[in-house]
């Protein structure tokens, strides 16, 4: 299946510690591993564009390079690949994120693909409307101005597990894909979802496990069936 291509953007989303960085590190890692796929992900880049842009605007300097970490035991040669470049601006401003990503993508005309670790940060008020139309503005610009793909990750909110405010809205209508990544506490497993795939059919769940060394994929736990309210 196809959940994103160049002059677009898609989103993981879920609720924190769900495991979408996980998923996201194996997305990363998977032109690299020694799998034709990785958790049934692969990240293909174009013909003399391999380079991969991550900015985390989440993690402290321990959880980020614990990121980088995940990511080279995912690799068939258990190295950092080297078209991926790897950034750190958890204490920038929103703009200051911005203006640095626009920058980077001038100076680095072979990167094909921006992952932006988490979305919510380019924004001072994610309630903001006018804020938030704004933003999808911006991500519809530059994927177009760079010709790029731009994979971003938002957080749902914990009482009604939708997208966070107005900004959560517009990817549910803007985003080419949106895929929901949940955690699944009773079995230990972090589900893959497809919520919205504009390019191709929906994918079955994704499961992966972490076996004490490294996460590994899992037969995902069967649909539970659906009961009949009594009127």
């Known amino acids: 299946m196809t959940c994103g291509t160049l002059q677009?953007?898609?989103?993981?989303?879920?609720?924190?510690?769900?495991?979408?960085?996980?998923?996201?590190?194996?997305?990363?890692?998977?032109?690299?591993s020694s799998w034709k796929e990785l958790f049934q992900m692969k990240l293909e880049t174009?013909?003399?564009r391999p380079f991969v842009?991550?900015?985390?605007?989440?993690?402290?300097?321990?959880?980020?390079?614990?990121?980088?970490?995940?990511?080279?035991?995912?690799?068939?040669?258990?190295?950092?690949?080297?078209?991926?470049n790897a950034y750190a601006v958890r204490e920038d401003e929103p703009e200051l994120i911005k203006a640095?990503?626009?920058?980077y993508c001038e100076m680095n005309p072979m990167c094909s693909v921006i992952i932006i670790d988490g979305l919510l940060d380019l924004l001072m008020n994610f309630n903001d409307e006018r804020e938030s139309k704004m933003l999808v503005i911006w991500l519809k610009k530059i994927t177009k101005l760079f010709n790029i793909l731009i994979i971003g990750v938002v957080h749902l909110g914990k009482k009604d597990n939708n997208t966070l405010g107005h900004f959560g809205s517009m990817v549910d209508r803007y985003a080419q894909s949106v895929i929901s990544i949940e955690r699944d506490k009773e079995n230990n497993l972090f589900?893959?979802?497809?919520?919205l795939l504009r390019a191709s059919p929906d994918?079955?769940?994704?499961a992966i496990q972490f076996d004490g060394k490294t996460y590994v994929e899992c037969q995902p736990p069967a649909p539970q069936p659906q009961t009949k309210k009594r009127g």
């Open 8 to 32: 677009n953007f898609t989103c993981f989303v879920g609720l924190p510690k769900a495991g979408k960085s996980t998923f996201l590190n194996g997305l990363i890692a998977s032109p690299y």
């Open 100 to 103: 640095m990503i626009e920058t």
């Open 203 to 206: 994918f079955d769940d994704v």
């Open 53 to 84: 842009a991550y900015f985390d605007t989440e993690s402290a300097e321990f959880d980020f390079y614990n990121n980088l970490e995940r990511i080279k035991s995912l690799t068939k040669d258990k190295i950092i690949p080297g078209h991926l």
């Open 46 to 48: 174009p013909p003399g």
């Open 191 to 195: 589900l893959m979802k497809s919520k």
